[in-house]
């Protein structure tokens, strides 16, 4: 059973750092006046389109905090990942049902979206790093999925998630953080398991236009402390 929650607690993790934890993305100027010229509108650039295999390269350059080369996840491995955590999510009992809402909408991965993750696992700490990047066609996706779980965020600061009759009990604090992305996002989550045992993730999330990369670190003695080299993962994705 701990193997199955795990994911699901690391995938609910990582939605909940992508879609509100901080406030939202710093507003532009205020409107000019009404005595001002109107000026020509700028054309909007056309977002720049990233392949899988463009992204798995941006992750397999990157490094943990000791130094340690990222492993790439294989597509394939990636895709049925996601599949398993869909089924997980699809069965699991979550409380309370805005939480559960939040998980099964931002569990879809938009249409033409391309991703790649890489991961780290520490032996020192008994840690384990992973670092996801996801690009949308359009920006306008990213940005409106962040504002409409924000909504439902600040009733998921403490829920369940119960599979196969066992409950794991999470609850997640937001942590201001500033990424290189023109949205960032920080939280501290911790988890107790059937167990007993205590796992905690930190995750960071950085968005900037159709790109969005997530961090995440879970373990069982991690901290805020670790929010640095979080960040610094996240910038390196986003350029």
């Known amino acids: 059973m701990k193997k199955m929650l795990a994911p699901l607690g690391i995938l ?4 909940l750092a992508l879609t509100g934890c901080g406030g939202p993305a710093n507003p532009g100027n205020a409107a000019a006046s ?27 350059q ?3 905090d000791q130094g340690k080369p ?21 069965s699991a009992v979550i409380t ?18 391309t991703y790649a993750a ?3 696992i520490s032996a020192a ?15 306008a996706v990213l940005a409106g999925q962040t504002k409409k779980s924000a909504d439902a965020l600040a009733q998921c600061s403490t829920f369940t998630i119960e ?9 997640t604090q937001p942590l201001p953080q500033k990424t290189s992305g023109d949205q960032s996002t920080g939280a501290l989550s911790t988890q107790v398991l059937p167990s007993g045992q205590k796992v905690t993730t930190l995750t960071v999330t950085g968005v900037k236009g159709n790109l969005g990369a997530t961090a995440i670190k879970t373990g069982a003695t991690v901290t805020a402390d670790s929010a640095a080299e979080l960040v610094k993962l996240v910038n390196a994705v986003l350029g």
């Open 70 to 90: 990222l492993t790439v996840v294989p597509a394939a491995q990636l895709d049925q990942g996601i599949i398993a955590a869909k089924q997980m999510l699809a």
């Open 118 to 120: 890489g991961e780290s």
């Open 96 to 113: 309370p049902p805005a939480c559960a809402a939040l998980a099964n909408t931002n569990a879809q991965v938009p249409d033409g979206a």
């Open 62 to 64: 990157l490094k943990d």
């Open 125 to 139: 700490d008994k840690s384990v790093t992973v670092i996801t990047a996801l690009a949308v066609k359009d920006p």
């Open 163 to 171: 599979v196969g009759g066992q409950k794991v009990t999470t609850q």
């Open 34 to 60: 009404s005595s001002t010229p109107t000026p020509t509108p700028t054309p909007t650039p056309t977002p720049k389109a990233y392949t899988n295999e463009e992204l798995a390269s941006i992750v397999a």
């Open 12 to 15: 609910f993790a990582g939605i």
